[in-house]
């Protein structure tokens, strides 16, 4: 599956933005999807997951304010981002693992990723 993110964007603090994550390839309804995100000099860290059930998992430092959501017949994955904050900076990815088993909340555990999109809060 081939991932592709949008939405990204500068936004002042309390701000809002949506992303997305089109794909070509098999139906996101038999994959784990999730949200990743990397601030310069940090490592990745998973901000969002989703998995087949629709059960969803968040980082703490996002409850609250994100929110995690699939549109199964445009096979699109949102992540809706609201209240931003300065730390919410990064370079947001998307990914995908098929034959998953419960919410994969952890990089290693996926197989597919988009090239990207630029989120910076001032």
């Known amino acids: 599956v081939q991932l592709v993110e949008s939405g990204g964007g500068s936004v002042q603090a309390g701000g809002s933005l949506r992303l997305s994550c089109g794909g070509s390839g098999s139906s996101y309804s038999t994959y784990c999807m999730g949200w990743f995100r990397q601030a310069p000099g940090k490592e990745r860290e998973g901000v969002a997951h989703l998995d087949t059930d629709g059960t969803v998992s968040y980082a703490d430092s996002v409850k609250g304010r994100f929110t995690i959501s699939q549109d199964n017949a445009k096979n699109t994955l949102y992540l809706q981002m609201s209240s931003l904050k300065p730390e919410d900076t990064a370079m947001y990815y998307c990914?995908?693992?098929?034959?998953?088993?419960?919410?994969?909340?952890?990089?290693?555990?996926?197989?597919?990723w988009g090239q990207g999109t630029q989120v910076t809060v001032s």
């Open positions: 990914a995908a693992v098929s034959l998953c088993f419960g919410v994969r909340t952890e990089d290693y555990e996926y197989d597919y």
